[in-house]
């Protein structure tokens, strides 16, 4: 199973990454930037900047996953805050297919996934950077035919509103 490594700084735990299972992504494990809660005998997981967080894992998603699934699909359509109506209108399709996309029942294909991408990053990432994004898109996809699959972290930047970038993993 491949593992993605999110960093956030922030509150830390007891130095363990944690299973970021709100998400309803499988791969998605937490270094710091969250506290654990213990409410009627349950561990819960609080996320500090939940947004911002769910914001990095989907331009991850979109500009350096091959092949989306149907969860990965889901859950970018939720971070760009649109229904599954909304969705398919913007790709022009059914709201049925976007479903079964969801339900990994059928494969996103190639135009509709394009689209997906694009309308992603026009939703979540800074306008000024918006035509390199769209640019690179294609090298980055089929580099990754031929790329390892990689830890990959993000860190929260409070400086004239950067938000979430991504950064290098520390080697243990």
């Known amino acids: 199973m491949n593992k993605e490594l999110f960093c956030i700084r922030g509150r830390s735990n007891d130095g363990h990454p944690r299973l970021y299972e709100g998400c309803g992504l499988e791969n998605i494990w937490l270094v710091d930037g969250f506290s654990i809660v213990h409410r009627n005998g349950e561990e819960l997981t609080q996320v500090e900047d939940v947004e911002g967080l769910h914001k990095a894992i989907s331009l991850h998603l979109v500009r350096f996953r091959k092949a989306l699934t149907g969860r990965e699909i889901k859950f970018i ?3 760009i ?6 969705l398919a209108h913007r790709l022009s399709t059914g709201v049925q297919t ?17 689209l997906l991408r694009i ?8 306008p000024a950077n918006f035509a390199t994004l769209i640019l690179e898109m294609p090298k980055n996809l089929e580099e990754l035919d ?5 830890p990959v ?9 950067r938000g979430w970038i991504e950064a290098e993993l520390e080697a243990a």
């Open 77 to 79: 359509r939720r971070a």
């Open 81 to 86: 805050d649109m229904t599954q109506g909304e």
């Open 98 to 114: 976007v479903a079964r996309w969801e339900k990994d029942k059928v494969n996103i294909p190639g135009p509709e996934d394009r």
């Open 119 to 126: 309308t992603t990053l026009l939703a979540l990432s800074d």
């Open 146 to 150: 031929e790329a390892p699959d990689r």
């Open 153 to 161: 972290s993000f860190t929260h930047v409070d400086t004239a509103n």
